[in-house]
């Protein structure tokens, strides 16, 4: 999914569950910023591939991956709050609706996995839920004003 689906998704999480103060940072740490491994990708992708667009390439890190819930899950015990596991399986659930390559258990395992509703073309799946989103966040504003 897009950066943008990914914001609104945080977005109404942080609105659904009243969240304040250091709970919406965890929150958007583990619900959009999570793909900061794009940026570490990015010299990586210029230097294989050039400034052209190549679907397919594998911009993914553990750090994307259910693997990372071994170290987000003791975080969350240290600092005593569900958010970041929370707000990471809601990122994670967004990104296997897609049908590229994952690797779940990186760099553990090379198993390789595409997802979801494979047969559901990722361009309706991200217009579907890029409309529920919006709607549901307009909705939230509208009803709390």
Same mark, same amino acid.
């Given at each position: 999914?897009?950066? /943008?689906?990914?914001?609104? =998704?945080?977005?109404? !999480?942080?609105k659904l569950f009243h969240l304040k103060g250091r709970s919406v940072v965890l929150a958007y740490l583990f619900g959009v910023a /999570? ?5 570490? +990708? @990015?010299?990586?992708?210029?230097? =294989?591939?050039? %400034? #052209?667009? +190549?679907? !397919? ?11 990372? @819930? @071994? %170290? ?11 958010? $970041? ?10 990104? *296997?609706?897609?049908?590229?390559? #994952?690797?779940?258990? *990186? $760099?553990?395992? =090379?198993?390789?996995?595409?997802? %979801? @509703? ?6 309706? #799946?991200? !217009?579907?839920?890029? =409309?529920? &989103?919006?709607?549901?966040?307009? *909705? &939230?504003?509208?009803?709390r004003r």
């Amino acid at each position: 999914m897009t950066i /943008v689906t990914h914001l609104l =998704a945080t977005t109404l !999480g942080v609105k659904l569950f009243h969240l304040k103060g250091r709970s919406v940072v965890l929150a958007y740490l583990f619900g959009v910023a /999570v793909d900061i491994d794009h940026f570490i +990708k @990015l010299p990586y992708y210029l230097r =294989a591939v050039g %400034w #052209k667009d +190549k679907k !397919g390439y594998y911009w993914r890190s553990s750090l994307q991956e259910p693997v990372a @819930l @071994l %170290w987000i899950i003791p975080l969350c015990i240290f600092l005593g709050t569900v958010v $970041p596991a929370a707000f990471f399986l809601v990122h994670l659930a967004m990104d *296997y609706a897609v049908r590229y390559e #994952k690797m779940p258990w *990186y $760099p553990y395992s =090379a198993v390789v996995s595409r997802g %979801w @509703l494979t047969r559901v073309p990722d361009a309706v #799946k991200e !217009g579907i839920l890029f =409309a529920v &989103l919006l709607c549901s966040n307009a *909705y &939230l504003v509208w009803t709390r004003r």
